[in-house]
């Protein structure tokens, strides 16, 4: 499984676009990459997936460049909502039963 | 729309106790996933079936043993219980199409306190 790197902890004031890069260096072929959202004492919820290029929702967008060692989580125009811990995850979707959690990133959105 | 569900929330155990914790994924998914998230921690896997078999370990103690019943409710079971397996344990289920592994979902957790 590719290791993941996020940033320990963000800060966004209300109404800002929040973009938040993850670095999977060895990423497989067959990787897809996935975010996760986890409030206090509640489970992860699915963000969004993708595999390349970009991918939009109706709460994020996923960018991944061309060579796939990164990806960036963009959170259009946050709001108090929305300070949680996000987690991005790296693994093939194929055998994707070993789905590991790493540091996730903690975001503060300020008023 | 069904979520996944679990009992119980919340659970008080003495040292060397055991405990089950029950997951009853959403209907159709295929596939259940434990999780143990200690405070301040990030979610670590423990163990995962697919089609009532075990298909992946993660850092699960030997104390600790699950199953996946042919209802394709799972239970996790914990013995001699240490006072460090306090933490919220979270049951997710999803379901394999084409070989993909789309969205986990999760249920709200049981809290485990030992004493």
């Known amino acids: 499984l590719a290791k993941t790197t996020q940033p320990i902890s963000m800060d966004s004031y209300e109404g800002q676009e929040v973009n938040i890069t993850c670095s999977h260096n060895n990423i497989a072929t067959n990787d897809y990459i996935t975010w996760y959202q986890q409030f206090p004492s509640q489970g992860p919820r699915f963000i969004i997936q993708g595999y390349k290029t970009k991918v939009t929702n109706e709460v994020a967008s996923l960018f991944i460049p061309a060579d796939r060692k990164s990806s960036t989580l963009s959170l259009p125009r946050v709001s108090l909502s929305d300070t949680a811990v996000y987690y991005c995850?790296?693994?093939?979707?194929?055998?994707?039963?070993?789905?590991?959690f790493g540091t996730g990133t903690k975001l503060q959105v300020i008023p | 729309a069904a979520g996944v569900i679990q009992s119980p929330r919340h659970l008080i155990k003495e040292k060397r106790e055991t405990a089950t914790l029950k997951c009853y994924p959403i209907p159709r998914h295929d596939t259940v996933y434990w999780y143990q998230q200690g405070p301040g921690q990030d979610p670590q896997f423990l163990i995962s079936f697919y089609e009532k078999m075990q298909s992946d370990k993660g850092s699960i103690p030997d104390r600790f043993s699950a199953q996946q019943f042919s209802d394709y409710h799972s239970e996790l079971n914990m013995s001699s219980l240490e006072l460090g397996d306090s933490a919220l344990y979270f049951c997710?289920?999803?379901?394999?199409?084409?070989?993909?592994?789309?969205?986990?979902?999760f249920g709200e957790g049981s809290r485990l306190t030992v004493l």
């Open positions: 995850l790296v693994g093939d979707a194929g055998g994707y039963q070993k789905v590991t």
């Open positions: 997710a289920s999803s379901l394999i199409l084409d070989g993909y592994t789309g969205e986990l979902f």
